[in-house]
């Protein structure tokens, strides 16, 4: 408008065409020059900078097509090639490296569209994103790219785990697009989205036009600032307009005095398009499922939640369930200091979720009295930025420099370079941070260029942009930042670490591009330094003396008022996430019934508004986060799990920082998700009650599986330093180190009388090479004084001194030339078993068993020498591992006794070092082989004395994960011995009630042997059925999931064998009352070899499970069950009318015949109680004869 503006003024000047013509070329000239001034600042070509950020609006067009054009010549080749020569090199590559190429360009057009100052720049951004995002769409959905790239897959021929994780992404996201179904299901597909997108739109849409008010008097609104009364409209009565924007009702419920008034806003906030948009939800839900059907899944929720962490919906409940279990407590607390509060104020009126909101500011006014208005006074924009920045670099080891005259769209734009630690670039990011018109309005982080490795090996750089819409320092205040936005500013200031860190070998992994509730994992987690004192102190100072810092306790206040009701707001998330994996989860749902009976539920009894219907005012059911509702807070978790293990005791141990560094966020996507897959959220630690998700679920469950990386510090967990149990040294009361350091001789074990002699030996590189072995055993010995760390306070000097000399000798291994002797190795064993083997005082907890919903479990204690353990497993690791150990020699010192006690701290407290045990082990047993047998019996008598004796044990879970990897390389045919083993020690394991704990494991390792050995089948499956749980439901489940992955590796004639009584079980499964077990039977339909298997078998076992499935359709509850029940039905009635009907009338018969045993039942109580009365009155005893019937 500007421009237009300015051509008008100059024609009216003129007064003449040709001058006019003169004057516009002149000033379009002008600003071209304006736009294009920086770039001639700039004389300095930027490494790997390819992104372009001040194109003019031809140019942004021009690129556009430049860009599809290409895209469709890489396309078009790639689907010419022939599929009996379709290869990695010829399909695979070109895709990834157009992929990795285009990206940069891509955002060159697209993100000018939420930054630029110029509207005509903004306006083609828009329009050559959508062009580009018309054509991406059209490649998804081609079937002949699809064919080859599904050919490749099928052969299998992979150059490297992460090649082959990115062809089964490509698989799975065409797939996921319906390529791999026929031409009329797809239309059906595109139909189908089609419709879904337009009723989200429509849901959307009715939200935003939604004009509802009320009017309410100031008397009803007392309490409300007179600032917000001020601001609303008046109707002609006199009464005050109330809309129900939440820019009137959040203040209303938060400040509003008068009970009635916050309910009536409540229920009429919660009224908002009621019939219309549950309606529409309705419809959204049922499409969603029949898309999901369409495309190979049980329902939408196995579709959604398949690409992310969780894999699957169950473990989403598993996860909901159980940290509202825990929650319970601390909720029921803070519920019961609330209701007080409005009985004091209110009377003794019932407590309604209208209430929270005001009773907790009320609460947080009384404890806290914090002053959010002072606080903000001690965050200056550029302070928070300078702390911000010095953590990040502090703790991962980074250095971000500023280019200066960088290219750059607006003058407030900075440029920086990110190095590590040895100079070398890593990437670039801009800082877009202060407000101006026409910019996107929330801070958030964009990707410009992915880090990736090309063919060649040519490494492309990442580079991010982190924008925002701060407030500038103008007329001489600061640009002041309020709290919520410093913690939001660090949040996504880590986005950017991630990404610039980020060293995957594919652009479609790096940094940002991860599955969602994956990346926001580094971000959450640091913004626990947001509210730790010392990063607190970091980041502030008061804009009129930079030099004061804020106070200890507006830092205590801050972090208290974060946790301040951090149950019950929980509570509230977790609801709205069960509702949408339900409803998503099961079809025919009653919404506004699930609702009345999961707000109680979840809520501790606080009922849902009577006549609100949040489900018809809830857009993340609609667009972006349907089904996945749960994402943030199980990224939570995970930060909280990280933060709570790694730095809770030390923000500030860069150890631990460049350990995160490595494993979150350097890893390849292959190792990264497993590593992270293994640690799904089960086991909330009972320590952190007090605090939000971050405490509330910080301790989870170890990985659960081995790496098989050839780099010893790529199975390093790095596990940091909690406090637990104390522990002792196998009984040892003293070290001796030999005639050269007789003094420390007599040290007491645990550092009980530690001496002042106990110092610090000199470093490797100040002494000759020719002494550096000799400087390695007295390090040894020196390393063999074990210290208490139940005291903190006790022997800081000589524990440091230890932790540093372990370190060294970490390094020492790892970088040594020289064969390791005989002599040494003998020292080394002896260092290794003075700190390891020790008792564990603490006694093994008692295993309980999961239930589904109702999971509760004891916090693991952490072990308080963790800080010298974990460096000396480090060691132990990196000794086994290296190719200077020669296994021959080193046999005789780890020899059988090494590994047996070794195998006895697998039942440790410590996670932390059940996870270094198994890394050990199975390097072990893959270095030692004449160990093998040995190990192989080991674990086989720990398991006997766990399923025979104790049922506790803490580390089963990490030996069958060892187990499975050890099966996985049985040769064929197998050994007696191996079969031995699956009877006896691997099918009894499903006995324990606590099987949930290692079932995944277990079941892996059951699968491995029907895959080897396909007549194993009916040997497990007869197996299972003997150990089937009767009463335990959850258990069930878990039976069932084993028995399908066992049936898809069955063949017909094991099938046959066992087929009678098997279908006998998952007949009872059918009947079950419990949805889970029923509709988990019932999924077996689902599985094709299976569902052919029972196809050729029909003759035998329709008539089993007819009577189960004819009662489910009839009588059970669940309509997910029912309807799933009538589709087996439809099988079997399509494949042999003739059969189905014969089951048919015999159901009928024993129906009649059942009902006639029950009339005559009947009819002889009835004649019996008639025989009891008339003799009452006489006393006479009854005698009934047996024959009476």
């Not at 079809?587 to 019934?593: A, G, S, T």
């Not at 998700?693 to 081995?706: I, Q, R």
């Not at 040995?934 to 060892?962: D, P, Q, S, V, Y």
Request: hydrophobic share 40%.
């Amino acid at each position: 408008m500007a421009k237009e503006k300015r051509e008008r003024k100059v024609i009216a000047f003129a007064g003449a065409a040709v001058a006019a013509a003169l004057a516009l070329n002149l000033l379009l000239t002008a600003i071209n020059s304006h736009r294009n001034k920086k770039k001639k600042k700039n004389t300095k070509e930027l490494p790997g900078l390819v992104v372009q950020v001040n194109l003019s609006p031809s140019e942004v067009l021009k690129l556009s097509d430049n860009v599809i054009a290409k895209s469709k010549a890489v396309h078009d080749a790639v689907a010419s090639v022939p599929l009996n020569k379709a290869t990695y090199m010829n399909v695979i590559q070109p895709l990834a490296e157009l992929e990795a190429q285009q990206f940069p360009l891509v955002q060159s057009c697209a993100f000018q569209k939420m930054v630029s100052p110029f509207d005509d720049v903004r306006k083609a951004s828009a329009e050559a994103e959508r062009r580009i995002d018309a054509h991406l769409l059209m490649c998804s959905k081609r079937e002949d790219v699809y064919r080859v790239v599904k050919a490749v897959a099928a052969r299998g021929e992979w150059i490297s785990p992460e090649n082959k994780h990115y062809v089964q992404c490509l698989v799975r996201d065409f797939e996921r697009n319906g390529m791999s179904l026929s031409l009329s299901k797809r239309e059906e597909v595109e139909r189908l989205r089609t419709e879904i997108d337009d009723l989200s739109m429509r849901y959307i849409q009715n939200l935003n036009e939604d004009d509802s008010v009320l009017y309410l008097s100031e008397f009803e609104l007392v309490g409300l600032p007179q600032e917000f009364i001020k601001s609303l409209d008046r109707a002609d009565n006199g009464k005050l307009k109330i809309t129900l924007r939440s820019q009137h009702t959040a203040p209303i419920l938060e400040h509003c005095k008068v009970g009635t008034t916050r309910k009536t806003v409540a229920v009429a906030q919660g009224q908002r398009c009621g019939k219309d948009n549950l309606h529409i939800l309705e419809s959204l839900i049922h499409l969603r499922h029949k898309l999901a059907r369409l495309l190979g899944y049980s329902n939408y929720a196995d579709y959604a939640v398949e690409p992310r962490m969780a894999k699957t919906p169950a473990k989403v409940f598993e996860f909901l369930e159980d940290v509202s279990i825990h929650l319970t407590e601390v909720a029921a607390r803070e519920l019961s200091m609330l209701n007080d509060l409005k009985k004091k104020e209110e009377g003794d009126s019932n407590f309604g979720v209208e209430d929270l909101l005001y009773y907790m500011r009320r609460a947080e006014e009384r404890k806290l009295g914090l002053d959010l208005g002072a606080v903000k006074q001690y965050f200056p924009v550029s302070l928070v930025l300078s702390g911000i920045f010095q953590i990040c670099q502090d703790l991962f080891g980074l250095r971000f420099v500023e280019i200066e005259e960088a290219d750059v769209w607006h003058r407030d734009v900075r440029l920086f370079s990110a190095l590590d630690s040895s100079n070398e670039l890593l990437g670039y990011f801009y800082l877009d941070i202060y407000a101006r018109e026409g910019k996107y309005g929330h801070t958030c982080v964009i990707a410009l260029q992915n880090g990736c490795t090309y063919s060649n090996g040519a490494r492309q750089m990442p580079v991010a942009l982190l924008t925002s819409q701060f407030q500038k320092q103008a007329d001489g205040n600061p640009g002041l930042l309020r709290f919520a936005e410093v913690v939001t500013l660090f949040h996504e200031f880590m986005h950017v670490v991630h990404h610039i860190c980020n060293c995957a070998s594919f652009a479609r992994f790096s940094g940002l591009r991860g599955a969602d509730d994956f990346v926001e994992i580094p971000g959450q987690l640091l913004e626990n330094w947001c509210y730790e004192r010392i990063s607190l102190k970091m980041l502030s100072g008061f804009h009129q003396d930079i030099t004061k810092p804020i106070s200890e306790e507006m830092c205590e206040l801050l972090k208290r008022k974060r946790d301040s009701f951090s149950g019950l707001r929980l509570k509230q998330e977790i609801l709205l996430c069960l509702f949408d994996q339900i409803i998503h989860s099961s079809e025919n749902v009653d919404m506004v019934e699930l609702l009345k009976h999961l707000h109680p539920k979840v809520m501790l009894g606080i009922p849902l508004l009577e006549g609100s219907n949040p489900a018809s005012c809830f857009p993340r059911l609609v667009v972006g986060y349907e089904a996945t509702c749960y994402s943030h807070m199980w990224s939570e978790a995970f930060a909280a799990d990280i933060f709570s293990s790694k730095f809770q005791d030390d923000i500030f141990n860069q150890h631990a920082g460049l350990q995160f560094k490595k494993k979150l966020v350097l890893s390849s996507p292959s190792s990264m998700f497993k590593q992270i897959l293994g640690k799904l959220p089960r086991k909330p630690s009972k320590s952190a009650e007090n605090r939000e998700l971050g405490s509330s679920t910080s301790s989870y469950a170890n990985a659960s599986t081995v790496s098989s990386s050839s780099d010893p510090m790529s199975n390093r967990s790095g596990h940091p330093n909690n406090p637990a149990h104390p522990f002792l040294n196998s009984g040892r009361n003293s070290v001796t180190y030999g005639d050269k350091y007789p003094q420390i001789g007599n040290s007491k074990v645990n550092g009980s009388s530690a001496t002042p002699a106990y110092e610090a030996l000199p470093g490797f590189r100040d002494v000759p090479s020719s002494e550096k072995q000799n400087l390695f055993i007295k390090k040894l010995n020196l390393c063999c004084v074990v210290f208490d760390f139940t005291d903190p306070t006790k022997n800081l000097k000589e524990k440091e001194i230890k932790r540093q000399t372990l370190l060294e000798l970490v390094d020492y291994v790892s970088s040594t030339n020289g064969k390791f002797t005989e002599n040494i190795m003998q020292e080394i064993t002896k260092m290794l078993s003075v700190n390891l083997f020790r008792t564990l005082t603490t006694p093994p907890r008692e295993n309980k068993a999961l239930e589904a919903f109702d999971l509760e479990e004891e916090e693991p204690l952490m072990d308080p020498a963790w800080p010298h353990l974990q460096i000396v497993y480090e060691f132990l690791l990196r000794f086994v591992a290296s190719s200077e150990t020669d296994a021959k020699l080193a046999k005789r010192y780890i020899d059988h006794s090494f590994v047996l006690r070794l195998l006895d701290l697998f039942d440790s407290e410590d996670p932390r070092e059940r996870e270094y045990l198994k890394t050990i082990l199975h390097r072990i047993y893959g270095k030692f082989m004449v160990h093998r047998p040995f190990i192989r019996k080991a674990i086989n008598n720990i398991f006997f004395r766990f399923i025979f004796e104790t049922e506790k044990h803490n580390g089963i879970a990490e030996m069958l994960e060892i187990l499975g990897s050890i099966i996985n390389g049985f040769a064929l045919p197998l050994k007696e011995e191996h079969k031995l083993f699956l009877v006896r020690a691997l099918i009894p394991l499903h006995k324990p009630k606590c099987i949930a704990m290692y079932h995944q494991q277990l079941s892996y390792c059951i699968v491995q042997f029907v895959e080897k050995d396909c007549k194993l089948a009916d040997t497990v499956i007869r197996g299972l059925l003997k150990y089937w749980p009767i009463t335990n439901t959850s258990k069930e489940v878990l039976f069932l999931g084993e028995l399908e992955e066992t049936l898809e590796a069955t063949q017909p004639a094991e099938f046959q064998r066992c087929m009678v009584p098997l279908f006998r079980q998952i007949a009872s499964c059918l009947s079950s009352s419990h949805f889970q077990v029923a509709e988990r039977a019932l999924f077996l339909w689902n599985n094709d070899h299976i569902e052919n298997l029972i196809k050729e078998n029909r003759r035998v076992i329709l008539p089993i499970i007819f009577p189960a499935l004819e009662k489910n359709t009839r009588n059970h509850w669940n309509q997910a069950v029912k309807s799933l029940t009538y589709n087996v039905r439809n099988i079997f009635s399509e494949l042999d009318p003739d059969l189905f009907e014969e089951c048919l009338q015999k159901f009928q018969e024993d129906e009649a015949k059942g009902e006639e045993i029950l009339s005559k039942r009947d009819s002889t109580w009835k004649r019996l109680e008639e025989m009891a009365a008339s003799k009452a009155a006489s006393n006479e005893a009854v005698l009934v004869s047996r024959t009476t019937s």
